[in-house]
């Protein structure tokens, strides 16, 4: 693929980050193929997203997600519709805990008794607190399992910012950011994530009529992002995407070997002006009823869990796209907390531990994924992640 030519600033010229909390190679552990030292102590930090919990919480939530990015006001309105459809409440927390309950057991199972750790970038419980709880329970050195697979800016370098910032927030003269951290590497090509994907996959044709099953079409979904943060994504550009086509390759391969699938773009935000990747889901499905398609199964490889982007975009928006064009619909789960998923993210856990092969989304290129227009100044930085108290 071509080498980027988007602006990005070059290593060395980040005034606004201290260089001893660099983003890259996360937040001052030493390089990743070292084993862990023996005694040190650790933990598991899930790092997520996070989501509002009731009314009062959507509009600060949505504040805090796109403060400085440019987001119309219309959108974000549209979007907290869809939140108060739900009661305010996203899904996304529980489905984090469930996650976490099931990381404990499998770690337990194994006789690991590290403890685990949660915290996120736009809501409570925020990861600058949790980062202070590790320091003071102790705990010296933190792998972090961000609930993205993927590159991208989004799903990547900002989970790396996220951290940085919280060690900054934690930073004292006798403290120097609390633990060292190492993210855990993307894991859309690990054969859990793929396994819990391809059951899915497989589960939600089952649901169609017998006579439409085998000739429906299989379409793999992701989250759109900017075509300048596409162009960017990974150390020569473009890894979002074809980290996509990577992980659905593998799922369809395990179910329906050498059918065709297609991978197309839901939850476009942002001004119309600035091009997203495309096509949207909904356009999609238009055209296949164009050209005689008559069922379509939907897997939304590109997310972890079923949160609110799964079950508005999906479940209510693409399903009313599908009747309405006539196509029978059915939404395959996202890998949530299928054994074999967090039985693999154990397996990234012990691979680190042991130094293995370093890989990306763990030691990243410091220009990787880096978006000019998705820089925040001092003052968004220190504000993202809270709650506006004015
Ligand atoms: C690549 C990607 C992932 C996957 C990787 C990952 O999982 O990290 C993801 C996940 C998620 N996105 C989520 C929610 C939102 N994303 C927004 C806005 C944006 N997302 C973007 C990209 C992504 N987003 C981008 C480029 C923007 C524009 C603003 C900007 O350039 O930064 C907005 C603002 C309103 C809007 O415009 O839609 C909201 C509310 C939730 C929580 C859902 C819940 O509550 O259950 C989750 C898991
Ligand atoms: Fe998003």
Aim: charged share 20%.
């Amino acid at each position: 693929m071509p080498r980027a030519t988007v602006d990005i600033t070059p290593e060395g010229q980040r005034p606004d980050e201290d260089p001893s909390l660099a983003v890259r190679n996360n937040g001052g552990a030493p390089p990743s193929t070292e084993p862990a030292p023996a005694g040190r102590r650790e933990a598991l930090l899930l790092l997520s997203f996070g989501g509002p919990e009731g009314h009062d919480d959507v509009m600060p939530f949505l504040e805090n997600v796109t403060r400085g990015r440019g987001i119309p006001r219309e959108r974000l309105e549209e979007v907290a519709e869809h939140y108060h459809h739900f009661g305010g409440v996203s899904p996304i927390n529980d489905q984090n805990k469930a996650l976490i309950a099931a990381l404990e057991k499998e770690l337990s199972a194994a006789g690991s008794d590290l403890p685990v750790y949660w915290g996120n970038r736009n809501w409570a419980p925020y990861v600058e607190d949790t980062w202070a709880r590790m320091a003071e329970d102790g705990i010296e050195h933190v792998y972090v399992l961000a609930t993205s697979a993927y590159a991208s800016f989004s799903g990547c370098r900002q989970y790396h910012e996220d951290i940085a910032r919280a060690r900054v927030a934690t930073a004292s003269p006798a403290r120097p950011g609390g633990p060292t951290a190492e993210k855990l590497p993307h894991y859309y090509d690990t054969p859990g994530f793929v396994q819990a994907n391809a059951d899915a996959l497989a589960a939600a044709l089952a649901t169609l009529p017998a006579e439409l099953r085998d000739g429906a079409r299989l379409v793999a979904t992701a989250h759109s992002i900017p075509d300048t943060m596409a162009a960017v994504a990974g150390p020569d550009g473009h890894a979002y995407e074809a980290e996509l086509m990577a992980a659905a390759e593998r799922v369809v391969a395990q179910v329906a070997p050498d059918r065709p699938f297609d991978l197309v773009w839901q939850s476009r935000s942002g001004p119309p002006s600035v091009p997203w990747l495309e096509p949207d889901v909904n356009d999609h499905l238009r055209v296949l009823a164009q050209a005689g398609e008559t069922a379509v199964v939907l897997f939304p490889v590109g997310f972890v869990s079923d949160h609110l982007e799964v079950i508005w975009d999906l479940d209510n928006e693409a399903k009313q796209t599908a009747e309405e064009v006539g196509l029978a619909f059915a939404r395959a789960a996202t890998a949530g907390t299928h054994p074999a998923f967090v039985e693999s993210m154990r397996g990234l856990l012990e691979e680190r531990r042991a130094g293995g092969l370093p890989r990306l989304g763990t030691d990243c290129p410091a220009s990787c994924c880096f978006v000019q227009s998705h820089r925040r100044s001092p003052a968004d930085t220190a504000a993202n992640g809270r709650p506006q108290l004015s």
